[in-house]
């Protein structure tokens, strides 16, 4: 590329291109995203891609999802929050923005809900005249993206279907004859990660890990179902002799079968001459376990993107020093190019739009 080279639209130069010559020739896009409409209440806009619901249920619930989500939000925001400017007087009006807002702490409930649902939305509270008074942090089961056909955002929507009013908590239905109130895209921040192609949504942290969770914790659950139930070890119990030629009824032999299926804790049996127990040896359970319980939790670091160390842990089975080292260093590229796209939107859609309202130039 030479500087200050003419061509026939538009000048390369180290300014870069003439917005100008782009501003007359853009027309608008040809193509067309693929939209999923919620079927009911109509309008409402796209699905969600996955039920939030159970991601939010996860990370409530399941402490190890808890720590990989809080421990990224801290890693994004727990380093510092530094804003510069050249202008002193702009930087003196961000910082103290920042602090009437409490921003950092609604920053990480925002970055928080991207990686547990679709996406994290806030709502910029505005006055009649522009000017950015607060932030409030949306949940974003009840959001929706309404889009047009070539993607660009109609407007964002609130489905307060079955929402209580101050009074009920008295009786009475917030949205008696309206599911849902529709909020101008320009006083919605959002961001999302695990974007695909032209979807409307993002997949979240949680999502794209849940068969790898569901496995975890279904392989747990049996393992201690087992220890549980009969220490590892199965009753094999058989009723009748055939050498005396007796044979228990039908009915005998599935009540004892039926009392087994709840077997806990009891230790003393009391049976008569025609009943011999006996345990079935499968060896020690609890090792069987273990490999597949150490895999999938490996396969849980490695999709949350998070070394092992960061928890508290040992590296991964095969990780030596060196590449525990290289592992950390991506983790702090991953972070860092969160924190990058964050600052983007921060800048460009909230901090912008607060100075210009305090009477500043673009």
Do not use: C
Request: hydrophobic share 35%; aromatic share 12%; no cysteine.
């Amino acid at each position: 590329m030479v500087e200050g080279k003419q061509t026939k639209n538009f000048q390369i130069a180290g300014i870069g291109i003439d917005k100008s010559f782009l501003e007359e020739q853009f027309d608008d896009f040809k193509t067309l995203v693929k939209r999923e409409p919620v079927r009911f209440p109509e309008k409402l806009g796209e699905i969600h891609p996955f039920d939030s619901a159970i991601t939010e249920g996860l990370y409530k619930k399941f402490g190890f999802i808890n720590a990989i989500v809080e421990k990224k939000v801290d890693h994004i925001w727990g380093r510092g929050f530094h804003v510069k400017s050249d202008n002193e007087n702009a930087q003196a009006i961000i910082e103290q923005w920042i602090i009437d807002v409490d921003f950092i702490s609604k920053g990480k409930q925002w970055t928080r809900e991207a990686f547990v649902k679709p996406f994290g939305v806030m709502e910029l509270g505005m006055t009649n005249n522009g000017e950015v008074r607060n932030v409030k942090v949306l949940d974003a089961k009840n959001i929706y993206k309404h889009r047009d056909d070539k993607g660009n955002i109609k407007s964002y929507n609130q489905l307060i279907k079955g929402f209580k009013t101050d009074r009920d908590f008295q009786k009475e239905p917030l949205t008696k004859g309206k599911d849902f109130i529709s909020l101008e895209p320009k006083n919605i921040i959002e961001f999302s990660i695990n974007k695909i192609g032209d979807d409307a949504y993002g997949l979240g942290l949680i999502y794209p890990n849940l068969d790898v969770i569901d496995s975890f914790l279904g392989m747990r659950k049996d393992l201690h179902t087992i220890m549980r139930r009969k220490a590892g070890s199965p009753y094999w119990i058989k009723m009748g002799s055939l050498e005396q030629n007796i044979f228990p009824e039908a009915g005998a032999v599935t009540d004892f079968a039926n009392r087994l299926t709840y077997l806990q804790a009891k230790t003393e049996w009391v049976t008569g001459p025609d009943v011999d127990i006996k345990t079935v040896d499968f060896g020690a359970i609890s090792q069987k376990f273990s490999f597949p319980l150490e895999n999938d939790l490996d396969m849980l670091f490695y999709g949350f993107q998070t070394p092992k160390g960061e928890m508290g842990a040992a590296a991964p089975t095969g990780l030596g020093s060196q590449a525990s080292k290289e592992w950390s260093t991506e983790l702090d590229i991953h972070i860092s190019s969160l924190q990058e796209e964050i600052e983007k939107i921060i800048e460009e859609k909230i901090f912008r739009r607060v100075l210009l309202s305090h009477g500043f130039d673009d």
